[in-house]
């Protein structure tokens, strides 16, 4: 049984930086591009990051390219979001997903929350 186990958010003031963890259980987390993204109020949900199997090759949107970083730990079966250089339209939230045999996995997601 696949899951996804987010953690990590909460409030922090414009400038500030947060960390949010994804664990993943259920499959071979090695074998799987994995991908965060988040759905802030009243909007669409919207792919933020995405990482190779081997967490080699990133992309990201043009709104986080240079504030955020994502990365893996494979022997871990974990997931990160590094948010650095927050600002207010940062604040959503934030869903690590899986695509396994064909179909979407998610977690729960974890508020991350952006305002003085």
């Known amino acids: 049984q696949v899951q996804l186990v987010e953690s990590g958010g909460g409030l922090v003031q414009p400038g500030g930086s947060l960390r949010v963890s994804c664990a993943a259980s259920g499959f071979t987390f090695s074998s799987y591009v994995m991908r965060w993204y988040r759905q802030a109020a009243g909007k669409e949900r919207e792919l933020v990051a995405r990482?190779?199997?081997?967490?080699?090759?990133?992309t990201y949107i043009d709104s986080v390219k240079g504030r955020f970083a994502v990365s893996r730990d494979n022997a871990k079966n974990m997931l990160f979001l590094q948010m650095d250089s927050l600002t207010p339209e940062d604040t959503a939230v934030y869903y690590c997903n899986a695509q396994v045999f064909g179909e979407d996995y998610w977690g729960q997601g974890t508020q991350v929350t952006v305002s003085s």
């Open positions: 990482i190779s199997r081997d967490g080699d090759a990133t």
